[in-house]
Structure formats: C-alpha cells, structure tokens
C-alpha cells in the first residue's frame, strides 16, 4: 500500500482504532447509525435527481407531478421502515431478509434474495462512487473529462484499503454522516426561510426550457412510474439494519428498531426537504444537457448535481457552505460504497453457514477469501463503471431491483412466518395483528414496485440482472449440492472402524539443513517404533556428499539412499513403502518433512513445490500420514502482522476478535 | 479440452504414443533432425522472403544484391554450425550456449544469454505463427480478413495442447518436416529445369514495378545490411540441437554432430534455392503492396508469401503440388512454434538449477509450473500478435537479437573455453587449434552481425528486447540472491542440535467423520505417549452433539471440548497447547488433521481452507508438528490421470518418466 493509497484512506475511513480498543466493540446507536445509515441516507444524493430526470424527459410540466412521486416514495419508505421493524425483532440474528425469506419460503427462495443482494452490492459501489464523483464534479467542473478514471481511482482505493484490512471505525463514519445530515438540513432550513421570508432560491438551470412533444395518457402514466422506480433508489441501504443487529449493544433489538425509525425519519425528511427545494427553486435536469435549450456548450460541459444546484441557489456559488455541502454528500457517498465492501463477506459467512457457499467464507480471518470477495466486487463495480461511463442514470437503471427483490422476499416471508404462529397452537400468543397487517402491506407493496421497477427499468438495462442473477442462484445451488454429496461420502456408520497398525516413521531428508535437521528431532522425539532417514538420489555425487555430511554431523539414525533413475523424489519413496509392506504388512508410516514458514507471497512462487508435490503423491499412498515440520524463515513474521489485522465485515457482525500473542510464541519457536 | 481443440491437436501434433511405447525414449539420427530442425528449417519460410522486402525498399535493383546477401547468410549459417559443433562436443549436457557462456564467462554473462533466450521463445511463436498463418493466407487469400483472429487461435492452440501435456512425439513432427524439405526441395529442382530449359518460372508479381528516388552510398550499404538482418532470420533455431544433446541416442555427441551438420547443409541449400528461384522469377515483395505499381486494390488484397509466389510460378496456381508445398509450410511454421512450448521449460530446468529461477521448475512434472510458462509464453505471443497486428515484417523486427547476444556469447565463451585449456598444463593435450580457430571466428562473426542487426534494428522495434531483456536478467539476479539469503539462513554448522522431547499428540476434531475416525485412528497407531481429541466450540449446541456422537460411536480417546469465544478454531488449540507446556515443560506435540484430496481445482475452493488456516497458525506455535492424514474423496482419481500424462520439454531432455503404478495404491488405499 503505498503512501498516498495510506493517505487517501485516512481521508476515506479515519484513523483505524488500535485493535485493543475495538475490543469486542459492540456500537451505541449514534455509532450505529452512521456506520448503517450511510448507504441509505447518501441515497437520497441521487433519488430526487433521478426523479426530476425522469419527469423532464416528458417536459417541465410533468414536474407538478414530482410532489406526488415524492410522496409515494416517502409512503414507501414508511412502509419498508415499519416491516423491517418487524423482521429486526422477530430475526435479530443478522441474516436480514435473506435469513427471512429461507427459513419461511423455503432455501430456494432465500438464495433468489442473496444472488438478489450479491448483485446490487456491485450496483452499489459503482452507482455510490459514480454520484460521488457526480458531486465533485458539480463543485469543480473542471474535473469533468476524469469522471470515469476518478471514479475507478475512488474504487481501487476502497478495495485497497479493504484488503488491506480495516475496521468500520464508528467515529469515522459518524463525522462525514453527520456533517452530511446536518449540511443538508440546513440547506434544507435556509431555503425554506429565504422562500417564506419571499426571496425564494432560484436555480442556475431555471432559465433553460425543455421542448417535448404533448404525451398520450399511457405514456404519462409509464413516464410517472418510471419516476417512481427511479425515486425508490433513494430506498436502497434501509436493509442494512435488519443484517446488523448483532452488532448493536445490548438490548440489541431494541437499540436497532430505535436507530431503524431513526434512518427512516432522517431519509423521508431529507428526500422530501430536497424534492420541495428542488421545485421551489426551479431546478431543471435532464437526461441529457443538450435537451435543456439555453444550455451554452452542451457536449462538454456537465449539468451541476440537484444537491450542487440547490447549494449554490441557497448558499449562493462557490460559498463556503456551498463546498462544505457538497464535500460532505462526496464523503458519505464514498463511505456508502465502501459499506458494500463490508456487506459482502457479512453475506457471505450466513450463505456458507447455509452452505451455498465456500465454507471458507465462514471461517473468520481467512484474509484470501475476504481478499477476492473485495477483489470481485471492485472488479466489477469498475466494469460497470467502464460499461456506463460513469453515467449516473444508466447505473440507476439496473440498481434497486436487487433491493426490493429483497424487501419483497423478505415481507412476504414475514407473512408467513405469522401465519405459522397463528397456526402453532403453542405460540398461537405470540401472534401481533398489527405486526402481521404491517408486512402484508410491506409484501404487497414492495412486491407492487419490484414489478413496475422491473416494467419500467427492464429494457433500460435492468435485463442484466435478470441475466446474471439466475447464473449465481445456479452456482450456489450447486455448491450446496456438492456438499450434500460430500457430506454422505463422508458420513461415518456405526461400523466405520479402521482399526489400522504398525508404526513406522520415515524422515524424508533432500539435504543436510537446518529445517531437515528439525523434522528429525521431531521425528526422534516421537518414538516410534522404528525409524529412519530416507534420501532419493536424483544427483548420485550429491547423494555420496550428503552421506559423508550425515556421518560428520553424527547422526544416530540411519539414512538409507534411495537411487531414483527418473529424476524423482517421490516414486523411490512410495517403492520403498511399498516393499515394506510386502515384508511388515499394512502398516501406519509417518513421513515427516519440513514445510517452510514464509511470509512474503512471491516466497510460494520460490519455495516448496517440490515438497508439495511429493506430499500430493504421498497422499495418494496406503497408509502414509505426512508430519509437517515447520520452519519458520525470517520473513514468516510478517504472517503475525497480517494475522492481527482486523477483516471487512468485523464491526457490522459485532465480532472483534482478541489481539493473539503469535509473537511470543513466534520468537520462542523460532529457532528451537 | 474440447473435442474441437483435440482433433485440432491431433491434426498439429499427431496422435500421441501412449507411455510405454515412449518408455526411456532416446532419438535416432532420422527422428532427432525433424524434432529439433523445424524450428531452424521452417525460417528459410521467411528469411529470404524478408531479405527480398528491405531490398526492394531501395527499389528493384537492388535485388541484384541478393546472391550477395545470401551468400553471406549462408557463410553465417555455415560458421554457426561449426561453431555449435565444438559446443556440442566441450558441453554435451544440454546447457547449450547458457551453458558455456555461465561456465566460461560468468553467471552474469550466462544470464544475459538466458534472458535473450527466453524472449526469443516469445518471438519464435508470434514469427513462426505470424509466418504460418501467412502461407495459409497465400493459398486462400479470402482468409485475409482473420489474419490476427487466426494466429491467435493457433496460439491458443498451442498452449492448450501443451497445457493438457502432450509428448513430442518423433512421428508426429517427421511427417510434416520432411514432407516440408521434400517439397521444397522438388519446388527448386523443378524450377531449376524448367529455368535450364529456358521456360523460367515467373512470378506473379514480376509485372510491378517499384518507383524509389535513387539512394546514396550510405543508404545502399545500410540497405544493405539491413537486407542481410533480415535474411538472418533464417539461422534461428540452430542452437536448439546444442540444448538437446541428452535426448539422443548413444554415441549422443557424434549423433547430435551428424544432425547439426545434417540441418546445416539442408537449411543452407533452401535458403540458396528459393533465393535463387526468387531471383529468376522475378518476384517482387514490397513492405506495403501498395509500393508495387500495378498492385491491383492493394488496401484490401494482401500479397503472396515468397513461398507461395514460387509455387504458384513452378507448380502453377492451385495445382495439388502447390497446395501441398504451402500446407508442408504452413505445418513445419506451426510445429516450429511448439518448439518454444517444449524449450522453455527446458532452460527454465537449467536456470533453476543454477539457482537463478524458482526451483519448482526443476521439479520434473510439477505441472502448475509448467502450465504457468507455457501460458505466459501464449500470452506474450498473443500480446506481439494483436500489436503488430500479425505483421511479419515488424515481427522480424524484434526477432533474432536474442539468437545472436545467444551465438555470440556462446562462441565467446568456447573461445575462453579453450583458452583455458590452452593455459591448464594437465589439459594441454586436448588444445585442438583448428577448433580454437572455428570459435574465434565464430565469436567474431556472430559478434558482428548481432552489432549490425541490432544497429539496423534498434528502432524499428529491436528496442523493445533491449528494455524487456535488463527487466529479466535483473529477476533473475533477484531469485539467485534470495536463494542464497535462505541457504545460508538454513545451513547448518556443527552444534545445531534441537533435542526435543516429549510426545504428545492431538487430534484436532470438527465433525465426527470417516476422515476424522481415520485421522485418530493413525494417531493411536503412532502410540505416542499421550493423545487427545480436541474440539474447538465455535457453536456450542455442535459441540454437544459431537460430544453424544464421540460416545455413541464408542471412541476410548478422550474427546476435549474447548470454548472458542471468538468463533476461532485454532486460537483454542494454541492456548491449550500453552497451558500444556506450563504444566508439563517443552514438548513436541503431534497435531493430527484429516487432509482431503481431490481432483478438481474448483474443488479446492470449496474445501480445507479452514484447516490449511488452522495449519499456518500452527505453524507458528512453539514445538508442533501437524500430521496430515490424507483421505481421498472420490475425484481424486482424476489426479493419478494427470499424474501420467507427459510434460513438454521431456522427449528433448530425453527423460522419459516411467508410468507409475498409482491407480492399485490408490484402490487399496481409498477405504482402507
């Protein structure tokens, strides 16, 4: 990582809390809220503008409609609110709605939801960065030939960093998420004021016209739906509660439906603060700026971001306010991309505990996995940003299908896990009217969107996820039967008994080293019943010198030369094994080898091939078990260094791990 | 591999003998010429092709130059060979001019010729395929427009037949050779008679004329130079016999010295005919077509190779012969590529055995690592293709700068070589003066042509090897000093002594599977003082179940429960194995896991990352060794198929590894 990349993170994520005091860290709300509300509340970045967009494309009389929009969406996101309280409670495990969906519409169900999720992680990053760099722009436009390279400079970094391995730190995202709120309510405040006091805001691009031929009633209707569909962008992010929970301090259910309403209060307000400004100040966007007659230089110049046009209108261009305004939507953006990089691995762990993906997901710490998770996903979010160039719209117009596949999944789960309790004479008490009423209407009205955001968005690019969604569902599917297969290939019966004997122990020596001189220590400890040193002679002189070397190093055990006519380690070895047997009969042999530590991942590239291939064939041998002895080189310290670094994901589950004393035992082990 | 690329490979490689009939496999004389000579013949394909090219850039006189250049060339070829013969005969071991240059000069220099080398075999497949697809095109111009899509593809080809493994097989590369020698050869008989018989052949292009403002002295003699550049091109490829002296049959030096003189003589004598067909019938081969007067649309059509131009002219257009003349061609050109799949990983066995590349390339039938060079040698290829366009003549370019910093040094190093010998009072006798005298003159010559290719060259692409070539010989540097740093962090000196004691072991269980019973099973076989199953908690319920399951199933071995607050495996084990030795003082403990061995890649990602972590970590603790118990699921078949499949480079090493009786070992091994 190098310096700059170090820098740039600081600015991204903060200064990362030393392990110690994220000891088992577990968030307060106002430091839950902006680590999960960042991705929900940047969106409303993006929302209203993509609404007004839409609206345009029938004419600027179609704005009077934007109120209306604005208010369904809001309503929307009420009603998402209010039935994910209820998922929060009744599953505050974490899993969110794809655990929802799998425990009560079957797993089939469930995986639709998590390729759903899987997808719209990716849509995330590149429409989060892709407005991020939006707003930048609006404050220097002078920046706007690099859209695309800023964009996928922003992407790389996040991944690096993410790799590299940093945790959420509560107080970085607090400051951005915050300032984000607080500059917004504010812009949101003043242009109220100046428009009562009667001296309303007025927007740059109120002057431009836009010429439209009259629309027949249908189109209408569609062009108001597709606002609609575009404006539920602003509902992305809400499910990042119900898959947090246990990361909340306790009562941890409690504090997550109280941080849920929280966001849920903050995004209505800001959306509506920035759809009534919007009006107020005649802001005119549109899909493309050379539909806006008046506009001087359409093919060059970018259109200023709504939140940019609001914040010179309001604060007036180029203010102080005006920068911090935009500064802060950029950062809280960013953060929201970067949320993505941690969602991922999050979902990842429930799906391998569900076993419809590597099992390694699940273990904790293992760096690689979490690496290509994080190199997938940047990946490609940078395609996507390549593919689309950066163009906000176009990104908008395959996103939020995953989410409300999502929400609609998860509601209609949530229906019928009450219909069980109702039908559950034991928990028939549980049963919540109210509650049930709330995700019937959470399920009919997020199903009612996910249809018309499919109508309205499919042939705008939404059709991609209907491609790729079905080949992950697939994937996964087969993994998990691949572990059904493995599972009875493995399973033990009441007569599974081995019974095996004979213990002879074989101590593989290539040359007189160190690590070599170890595994025979170890192997002579063990006190087996016979033993000996065994050396295929791949050079014969080379074999005559070690020999001599064993005699004057005065070693007790005998080591027996091998000859191997083909330039072989291995085929001597299993000979040799081989008739053994024919003389002692089916026996146990440990064969012991050292196995380098290394630290460095090019050291693979250089090291140990050979000991990994002779080990490969050894496993393919009757009764050989192969002892590793390692040996630590001087760069294995470098391994303890990573291993205490914390991994993607941590703060959100609410598992910090013990900072563990490799260390010591390293430097007491390390030259034994 | 699909069906496609199979019969594709057939066609190129031949039906491939299956092992045995290759057993120890060592090469005739009559075997030997077509393996290691298509490289070196098939650049007659193209040497005067290009030679004709630069001196029609001076215009058509020019041309009368030509016998000139060749014969130059062909004294080059000539001083080459013999030089090579006393290479042959002082190095028999295959080292070939690395070799000599490492002994006699210095690591550094033999580094440089390493370099050098490597990047030719990039070259020799983009030239040889560039130059192969260019024949087809000759004989079915309409395949023009997929110039760069087929070298490509052929490429492609390449690689994944030497990825998959496949041996050189003498047959498969005889047929195609000889019928290229004999077609040829007939092609410049008939065109001799018919030229004695005063109906001369005429080519095609002999009608164009060429305009060029008339050229001063200066410019003639760098034309000229230029032209003889080019034409030496058609020596690459000889070295090859020097590195593949091993592979042929006893007496292997007098074998291998018949060859070379053998390809001396007939590389010479095609050369001279199709320079000298080429000049009777006047053909005229422009850089651009559009050069040529009378060049009918010359943006779309592209021109005939030299080769199919004399066919055409001698054979007449389209008749069988000539159809057979550029199906030889194009053949000998395609196997001349695959030679570089097969000699690299020979040079790569070599440097690796000098320390300055990964050792694993030493390793015979470590196939991840030849996989590895023969897919950056594709992808290198493929790079040249698509910049270049395919093109030849810029191909050319690059080419032979390699060859000759190799012959040069090579001859350099003879000369020192027999300085040496000269000097050494015991060696005195073996001083041959006529063989000193070949060498000197050698190292002159091939000195002075690599100082004019390069001169001539330098700009119009030769740069590039200049830039790679330093990059190389640097990482190289590199690997030689870090291998140095680790022997001597490895070398043992007379009181390394460890001296461990004590003999615990521990199975570490997750499940209570067949590879777990079998994992504890070879455990109690070992008899070690003293053994434990352990169990690290992650979920606690789990934890209880096996517990009930360790009973049921009747296991005398304590099974230890240990909590694992932190949903970690192997920290539990690390701490238990510390309080271990608290209690009873340093001890070597015997970790024993189950190992699965499979046979897919993707399989891999599904299995044993966890337990290759809790390995690692392992790794770092003080005094363990980790026994891994293999246990073969039902795919690991698939590794003993690949386990027997030949690896390239092996019929020119002449090492031969014999079939391995794998398969009973595993049946007998799979339930034990």
Same mark, same amino acid.
């Given at each position: 990582?190098?310096?700059?990349?170090?820098?740039?993170?600081?600015?991204?994520?903060?200064?990362?809390?030393?392990?110690?005091?994220?000891?088992?860290?577990?968030?307060?709300?106002?430091?839950?809220?902006?680590?999960?509300?960042?991705?929900?509340?940047?969106?409303?970045? #993006?929302?209203?503008?993509?609404?007004?967009?839409?609206?345009?494309?029938?004419?600027?009389?179609?704005?009077?409609?934007?109120?209306?929009?604005?208010?369904?969406?809001?309503?929307?996101?009420?009603?998402?609110?209010?039935?994910?309280?209820?998922?929060?409670?009744?599953?505050?495990?974490?899993?969110?709605?794809?655990?929802?969906?799998?425990?009560?519409?079957?797993?089939?169900?469930?995986? +639709?939801?998590?390729?759903?999720?899987?997808?719209?992680?990716?849509?995330?990053?590149?429409?989060?960065?892709?407005?991020?760099?939006?707003?930048?722009?609006?404050?220097?436009?002078?920046?706007?030939?690099?859209?695309?390279?800023?964009?996928?400079?922003?992407?790389?970094?996040?991944?690096?960093?993410?790799?590299?391995?940093?945790?959420?730190?509560?107080?970085?995202?607090?400051?951005?998420?915050?300032?984000?709120?607080?500059?917004?309510?504010?812009?949101?405040?003043?242009?109220?004021?100046?428009?009562?006091?009667?001296?309303?805001? *007025?927007?740059?691009?109120?002057?431009?016209?836009?010429?439209?031929?009259?629309?027949?009633?249908?189109?209408?209707?569609?062009?108001?739906?597709?606002?609609?569909?575009?404006?539920?962008?602003?509902?992305?992010?809400?499910?990042?509660?119900?898959?947090?929970?246990?990361?909340?301090?306790?009562?941890?259910?409690?504090?997550?439906?109280?941080?849920?309403?929280?966001?849920? *209060?903050?995004?209505?307000?800001?959306?509506?603060?920035?759809?009534?400004?919007?009006?107020?100040?005649?802001? @005119? #966007?549109? %899909?493309?700026?050379?539909?806006?007659?008046?506009?001087?230089?359409?093919?060059?110049?970018?259109?200023?971001?709504?939140?940019?046009?609001?914040?010179?209108?309001?604060?007036?261009?180029?203010?102080?306010?005006? #920068?911090?305004?935009?500064?802060?939507?950029?950062?809280?953006?960013?953060?929201?991309?970067?949320?993505?990089?941690?969602?991922?691995?999050?979902?990842?762990?429930?799906?391998?505990?569900?076993?419809?993906?590597?099992?390694?997901?699940?273990?904790?710490?293992?760096?690689?996995?979490?690496?290509?998770?994080?190199?997938?996903?940047?990946?490609?979010?940078?395609?996507?940003?390549?593919?689309?160039?950066?163009?906000?719209?176009?990104?908008?117009?395959? $996103?939020?299908?995953?989410?409300?596949?999502?929400?609609?999944?998860?509601?209609?789960?949530?229906? +019928?896990?009450?219909? /069980?309790?109702?039908?559950?004479?034991?928990? /028939?008490?549980?049963?919540?009217?109210?509650?049930?009423?709330?995700?019937?209407? =959470?399920?009919?009205?997020?199903?009612?969107?996910?249809? +018309?955001?499919?109508?309205?968005?499919?042939?705008? =690019?939404?059709?991609?996820?209907?491609?790729?969604?079905?080949?992950? &569902?697939?994937?996964?599917?087969?993994?998990?039967? $691949?572990?059904?297969?493995?599972?009875?290939?493995?399973?033990?019966?009441?007569?599974?008994?081995?019974?095996?004997?004979?213990?002879?122990?074989?101590?593989?020596?290539?040359?007189?080293?160190?690590?070599?001189?170890?595994?025979?220590? #170890?192997?002579?400890?063990?006190?087996?019943?016979?033993?000996?040193?065994?050396?295929?002679?791949?050079?014969?002189?080379?074999?005559?010198?070690?020999?001599?070397? &064993?005699?004057?190093?005065?070693?007790?055990?005998?080591?027996?030369?091998?000859?191997?006519?083909?330039?072989?380690?291995?085929?001597?070895?299993?000979?040799?094994?081989?008739?053994?047997?024919?003389?002692?009969?089916?026996?146990?042999?440990?064969?012991?080898?050292?196995?380098?530590?290394?630290?460095? &991942? &090019?050291?693979? *590239?250089?090291?140990?091939?050979?000991?990994?291939? +002779?080990?490969?064939?050894?496993?393919?041998?009757?009764?050989?078990?192969?002892?590793?002895?390692?040996?630590?080189?001087?760069?294995?310290?470098?391994?303890?260094?990573? %291993?205490?670094?914390?991994?993607?994901?941590?703060?959100?589950?609410?598992?910090?791990?013990?900072?563990?004393?490799?260390?010591?035992?390293?430097?007491? =082990? @390390?030259?034994?």
């Amino acid at each position: 990582m190098t310096s700059d990349e170090r820098s740039a993170k600081r600015w991204i994520i903060g200064k990362p809390l030393p392990t110690e005091q994220l000891e088992g860290e577990l968030l307060p709300k106002r430091v839950a809220l902006p680590i999960f509300a960042s991705d929900a509340l940047s969106s409303v970045a #993006y929302g209203p503008q993509e609404m007004f967009l839409i609206l345009t494309i029938g004419g600027l009389a179609m704005l009077a409609n934007a109120p209306y929009v604005a208010i369904a969406v809001m309503l929307l996101i009420a009603i998402v609110v209010a039935g994910n309280l209820q998922t929060v409670k009744a599953y505050p495990s974490g899993g969110g709605d794809y655990e929802v969906a799998h425990r009560n519409l079957g797993p089939r169900a469930g995986l +639709v939801v998590a390729s759903a999720l899987l997808i719209d992680y990716v849509l995330t990053v590149a429409v989060s960065v892709a407005s991020g760099v939006d707003n930048i722009i609006s404050a220097f436009p002078q920046l706007d030939p690099f859209r695309v390279e800023l964009a996928v400079g922003f992407i790389v970094v996040l991944a690096a960093v993410n790799l590299r391995g940093v945790r959420e730190s509560g107080r970085a995202f607090a400051i951005p998420t915050y300032l984000f709120i607080a500059s917004v309510v504010v812009l949101i405040v003043t242009g109220l004021v100046q428009t009562l006091t009667g001296d309303a805001p *007025v927007a740059a691009s109120a002057q431009y016209s836009v010429e439209t031929d009259a629309l027949g009633q249908a189109a209408i209707m569609l062009l108001l739906l597709r606002a609609f569909a575009s404006g539920c962008s602003a509902l992305t992010g809400i499910e990042a509660i119900s898959n947090g929970v246990p990361a909340f301090r306790r009562p941890k259910v409690r504090n997550a439906r109280i941080t849920l309403v929280l966001l849920g *209060v903050v995004s209505m307000s800001l959306f509506a603060g920035i759809t009534f400004l919007g009006l107020v100040s005649r802001i @005119h #966007y549109a %899909e493309d700026p050379c539909d806006l007659n008046g506009f001087a230089n359409c093919e060059t110049t970018p259109q200023q971001s709504v939140i940019g046009q609001l914040g010179a209108a309001v604060f007036g261009d180029g203010s102080p306010l005006f #920068y911090v305004l935009l500064a802060a939507t950029a950062l809280v953006l960013l953060l929201a991309a970067n949320t993505a990089f941690n969602g991922f691995p999050l979902l990842g762990s429930v799906l391998a505990d569900h076993g419809f993906a590597p099992k390694a997901l699940r273990t904790r710490g293992d760096r690689l996995v979490y690496s290509n998770g994080v190199i997938v996903l940047a990946l490609g979010a940078v395609l996507l940003i390549v593919l689309t160039q950066a163009n906000l719209n176009q990104l908008i117009q395959m $996103y939020i299908i995953g989410v409300f596949v999502s929400f609609s999944f998860g509601q209609a789960g949530m229906v +019928v896990h009450w219909l /069980r309790i109702k039908r559950d004479p034991r928990r /028939r008490g549980e049963f919540n009217p109210a509650a049930f009423a709330v995700n019937v209407v =959470g399920a009919i009205a997020t199903a009612t969107v996910l249809v +018309v955001v499919t109508v309205t968005k499919f042939t705008h =690019g939404a059709y991609l996820v209907f491609l790729i969604g079905p080949v992950l &569902w697939l994937l996964m599917w087969g993994i998990a039967r $691949y572990y059904g297969r493995v599972r009875r290939e493995i399973e033990p019966d009441e007569h599974t008994v081995f019974g095996a004997q004979g213990d002879h122990a074989i101590v593989l020596v290539g040359d007189l080293t160190k690590p070599v001189l170890k595994a025979l220590d #170890y192997a002579i400890a063990a006190k087996h019943d016979s033993l000996e040193a065994v050396h295929s002679a791949i050079d014969v002189d080379a074999a005559k010198r070690l020999k001599k070397a &064993w005699i004057r190093q005065g070693i007790r055990v005998p080591l027996r030369i091998l000859p191997s006519p083909y330039r072989d380690v291995s085929q001597p070895v299993i000979d040799h094994l081989a008739e053994r047997r024919a003389e002692h009969g089916s026996e146990v042999v440990t064969v012991y080898m050292p196995k380098y530590v290394m630290g460095h &991942w &090019w050291e693979r *590239v250089l090291h140990d091939h050979k000991s990994r291939r +002779v080990r490969q064939r050894l496993a393919l041998t009757h009764g050989v078990a192969v002892a590793l002895v390692p040996w630590r080189l001087q760069s294995a310290r470098l391994l303890e260094e990573r %291993e205490s670094r914390p991994l993607p994901g941590d703060a959100r589950r609410g598992t910090a791990r013990r900072p563990r004393p490799v260390t010591r035992q390293h430097h007491s =082990g @390390h030259r034994r």
